[in-house]
């Protein structure tokens, strides 16, 4: 990925400071016992790091699916490991089911949810979060160092009529 591709770091910062504060409650809910919540907000945080990314480079970012999301990220030249990609697929099944009582054949969605499942969540949304930092810091350097490299017009070239 071109580096000069990166086009709105505002956009960029807007959502992944959302992914951020959104992990950290989850995080919260985790050391409550709010298991359900907690493995929704770890979902969401994943989904609104990756959105970051592709925002800032003005891809589509539709859909909740963060696995679809990262899929976009491969197809404009990112490297996405599978240890990435299964942290997306663990989050993708968190989704739904922790907001809807009828996602399940019986009981409610907290009965379905408990430390071990909420901790992974978590820990596969700090992951993605991580992931979309480095990629994001990448981009960053290589436009740096691409505009060390290009070179400098002088005032004088812009004022000379162009002879070719």
Request: with cysteine.
């Amino acid at each position: 990925m071109n580096a000069s591709n990166l086009i709105d770091g505002d956009e960029y910062l807007r959502w992944f400071h959302q992914a951020t504060y959104t992990v950290d409650s989850a995080g919260e809910d985790l050391g409550r016992n709010d298991f359900v919540w907690s493995a929704f907000k770890s979902q969401q945080a994943g989904e609104y790091a990756v959105k970051a990314l592709l925002r800032a480079l003005g891809l589509p970012s539709f859909g909740h699916s963060i696995l679809m999301l990262l899929k976009e990220l491969a197809k404009a030249g990112f490297e996405v490991t599978e240890e990435i990609y299964a942290a997306a697929r663990d989050l993708d099944h968190h989704y739904i089911p922790p907001r809807y009582p009828d996602a399940f054949p019986a009981g409610s969605p907290f009965d379905f949810y408990d430390r071990k499942t909420a901790e992974a969540a978590y820990e596969a949304a700090k992951l993605l979060i991580s992931y979309v930092r480095e990629q994001k810091e990448v981009l960053v350097a290589d436009a740096q160092s691409s505009s060390k490299k290009a070179p400098k017009t002088k005032k004088a070239d812009l004022n000379r009529p162009n002879l070719c």
